[in-house]
Protein backbone atom coordinates (compact mmCIF):
# COMPACT_ATOMS: atom_id res chain seq x y z
CA UNK A 1 0.00 0.00 0.00
CA UNK A 2 0.92 3.50 -0.71
CA UNK A 3 0.29 6.93 -0.06
CA UNK A 4 1.44 10.33 -1.75
CA UNK A 5 1.38 12.98 1.50
CA UNK A 6 1.12 16.56 0.32
CA UNK A 7 2.38 18.66 3.50
CA UNK A 8 1.78 22.16 3.59
CA UNK A 9 3.55 24.18 5.65
CA UNK A 10 1.09 27.62 6.51
CA UNK A 11 4.24 29.07 7.90
CA UNK A 12 5.90 29.48 4.84
CA UNK A 13 3.10 28.86 2.43
CA UNK A 14 5.47 25.81 0.61
CA UNK A 15 4.00 22.54 0.07
CA UNK A 16 6.10 19.36 0.13
CA UNK A 17 5.07 15.85 -1.14
CA UNK A 18 6.42 12.40 0.33
CA UNK A 19 5.35 8.99 -0.54
CA UNK A 20 4.22 6.92 2.36
CA UNK A 21 4.60 2.76 2.03
CA UNK A 22 4.26 0.12 4.38
CA UNK A 23 3.49 0.06 8.47
CA UNK A 24 3.10 3.96 8.33
CA UNK A 25 0.85 3.70 5.17
CA UNK A 26 -1.26 0.68 7.37
CA UNK A 27 -1.65 3.91 10.45
CA UNK A 28 -3.32 5.80 7.88
CA UNK A 29 -6.14 3.60 6.65
CA UNK A 30 -9.40 4.36 8.66
CA UNK A 31 -8.20 8.07 9.89
CA UNK A 32 -10.88 11.15 8.56
CA UNK A 33 -10.51 14.47 7.47
CA UNK A 34 -9.93 17.04 10.02
CA UNK A 35 -7.87 13.81 12.18
CA UNK A 36 -4.58 15.18 13.93
CA UNK A 37 -1.83 12.51 13.50
CA UNK A 38 1.86 11.96 14.40
CA UNK A 39 4.58 13.41 11.93
CA UNK A 40 6.38 10.22 12.37
CA UNK A 41 3.58 8.31 9.66
CA UNK A 42 5.63 11.10 7.23
CA UNK A 43 8.96 10.20 8.41
CA UNK A 44 9.04 13.48 10.34
CA UNK A 45 10.93 13.95 14.23
CA UNK A 46 8.02 13.21 16.28
CA UNK A 47 7.49 16.66 17.77
CA UNK A 48 5.70 17.59 14.40
CA UNK A 49 1.77 17.02 14.34
CA UNK A 50 -0.56 16.91 11.12
CA UNK A 51 -3.85 17.73 9.99
CA UNK A 52 -5.70 15.46 7.57
CA UNK A 53 -7.31 18.37 5.24
CA UNK A 54 -8.23 16.22 2.28
CA UNK A 55 -7.21 14.32 -0.74
CA UNK A 56 -8.25 12.46 -3.74
CA UNK A 57 -8.85 8.71 -4.64
CA UNK A 58 -7.18 6.72 -7.77
CA UNK A 59 -9.12 8.45 -10.38
CA UNK A 60 -8.96 11.68 -9.12
CA UNK A 61 -12.42 12.00 -7.08
CA UNK A 62 -11.94 14.48 -4.04
CA UNK A 63 -12.84 13.47 -0.63
CA UNK A 64 -15.15 15.88 1.46
CA UNK A 65 -15.55 16.46 5.05
CA UNK A 66 -19.38 16.06 5.09
CA UNK A 67 -19.98 12.81 3.40
CA UNK A 68 -19.70 9.79 5.58
CA UNK A 69 -17.57 6.78 4.95
CA UNK A 70 -14.90 5.71 2.32
CA UNK A 71 -17.32 5.53 -0.70
CA UNK A 72 -17.82 7.40 -3.79
CA UNK A 73 -21.38 8.89 -3.74
CA UNK A 74 -22.76 11.26 -6.43
CA UNK A 75 -24.33 14.09 -5.00
CA UNK A 76 -25.76 17.75 -5.76
CA UNK A 77 -23.17 20.66 -5.05
CA UNK A 78 -23.36 24.11 -5.40
CA UNK A 79 -19.79 25.01 -4.44
CA UNK A 80 -16.89 24.08 -2.63
CA UNK A 81 -15.18 20.87 -2.92
CA UNK A 82 -15.11 19.10 -6.16
CA UNK A 83 -17.41 21.93 -7.89
CA UNK A 84 -16.33 25.62 -8.90
CA UNK A 85 -19.86 26.98 -10.45
CA UNK A 86 -19.42 29.55 -13.34
CA UNK A 87 -22.25 31.40 -12.39
CA UNK A 88 -24.41 32.21 -9.46
CA UNK A 89 -26.67 29.66 -8.14
CA UNK A 90 -25.37 26.84 -10.49
CA UNK A 91 -25.96 23.38 -8.98
CA UNK A 92 -24.26 20.20 -10.52
CA UNK A 93 -24.35 16.51 -9.59
CA UNK A 94 -20.75 15.22 -9.05
CA UNK A 95 -19.21 11.92 -7.62
CA UNK A 96 -16.90 12.36 -5.09
CA UNK A 97 -15.68 10.71 -1.98
CA UNK A 98 -16.22 10.20 1.82
CA UNK A 99 -14.21 11.65 4.48
CA UNK A 100 -12.68 8.21 5.63
CA UNK A 101 -8.48 6.84 3.90
CA UNK A 102 -9.75 3.68 2.51
CA UNK A 103 -7.16 1.55 -0.02
CA UNK A 104 -8.71 3.60 -3.00
CA UNK A 105 -7.33 6.61 -1.63
CA UNK A 106 -3.87 8.28 -3.78
CA UNK A 107 -3.25 10.91 -1.94
CA UNK A 108 -3.68 12.56 1.04
CA UNK A 109 -3.15 16.16 1.93
CA UNK A 110 -1.88 18.00 5.16
CA UNK A 111 -1.09 20.73 6.96
CA UNK A 112 1.12 21.12 9.98
CA UNK A 113 -0.43 22.18 13.03
CA UNK A 114 2.94 21.87 15.66
CA UNK A 115 5.94 22.71 14.20
CA UNK A 116 9.00 20.83 15.52
CA UNK A 117 12.64 22.10 16.29
CA UNK A 118 14.27 21.45 13.05
CA UNK A 119 12.64 23.38 10.44
CA UNK A 120 10.42 21.29 7.88
CA UNK A 121 11.96 22.23 4.96
CA UNK A 122 15.80 21.06 6.06
CA UNK A 123 13.84 17.81 6.78
CA UNK A 124 12.52 17.43 3.29
CA UNK A 125 15.19 18.83 1.40
CA UNK A 126 17.77 16.10 2.88
CA UNK A 127 15.15 13.41 1.57
CA UNK A 128 15.03 14.98 -1.87
CA UNK A 129 18.46 14.94 -2.34
CA UNK A 130 19.84 11.29 -1.59
Given at each position: ?????????????K???K?????????????Q?????????????P?Y????????????????????????????????????????G????????????????L???V?V???????L??I???????
Open positions: MEFRVVISDPKTGAYQTVTGANANRLLGKIGDIISGTIADLPDELQITGGSDKDGFPMRKDIPGASRKKILLSGGVGFKPKERLRKRKIVRGRVISKDTQINKVKHGKVLEELKKDAST
